[in-house]
């Protein structure tokens, strides 16, 4: 699940190698972060200053209206927020389009945040906790079944952040879909195709974003992202699910170290750790070569066998 790579082994890759480990539900793991971070006058500086400041659950660079989120701050502040996030955001793209090429045509460039707040005993509601092991789904919009990629980094400089996590999306969607109201018996052919109110629904959106609302996509949504956020909510929801029993990992990431995953694929919590960055990328279906194994066609052949 953990599959790490030293500088060296970088400059080795064959094509597909890490982007195949990814779509297989693997953690890609740099011991030491493979980009350049922000110089420690900089690092040190998000530490002290953004959690006094939050505003939101994270601190959040958006690309697509180019503005910072989450932070209640003065405009010098948050210029040199707005600075930080963005260089750290084309940094991670660039490496990310050398290391994954088929995986990074067309993907869109989702939000650049950095987490200043302790993950340990966040006062935050069960479906907004980072602390409960879930999928990603539903914060983004209408994802309609691209992939969910995420780059962290580790910049505290004393703390492990840990990681909590019961296995992949296939193992999980066999044990727990029933239960969860996401697998079905024979819920029709097209029930995770949109229909008219959501084809209505992102039109809507696409008008907002062309008059000027540049953040308008995450009111978007389609039938396969509502199921996903289902799934979401009942492992978040679930004592029994939550319980650590023989599929029960944890996995620690020692500071200054480099992970990536499909976060819509690896269930994950984060248990504890303070400060780290987190990037968000969507990654197109069509650019898969297991394809097979992502979420929307483990629902879809599992709709096929039923009927």
Known sequence: MLISYHRAQLERLTDFEIADELEQGNIIYFPECPIPLPGEHELQFIRDELPTRLALKNVSYHPEADTVRGLDADPETMDRVHKILTLHSKEVDAFLKKIIPSLTAGWTIGTCS????????????????????????????????DRILRFFVNVNPHEDRVWATKGAFPEIYQRFGSAAGVRKNNPGKNYLQKKFLDHLRTGIVRGLKKSGLKMAHVLDSSPYDRCMRKFHNYMKDTPEFQRRDAYYQQIRFRPFSAWMVFTDMLSHASLSGQHAFVDTHLVPLANCRLADLAPINILKSAVQAAV
Do not use: M, V, W
């Open 114 to 145: 950095f987490r200043p707040i302790q993950e340990r005993g966040r006062d935050l509601k069960p479906h907004a906790s980072n602390e409960l092991i879930h999928f990603d789904a539903g914060a983004y919009g209408a994802t309609n079944g």
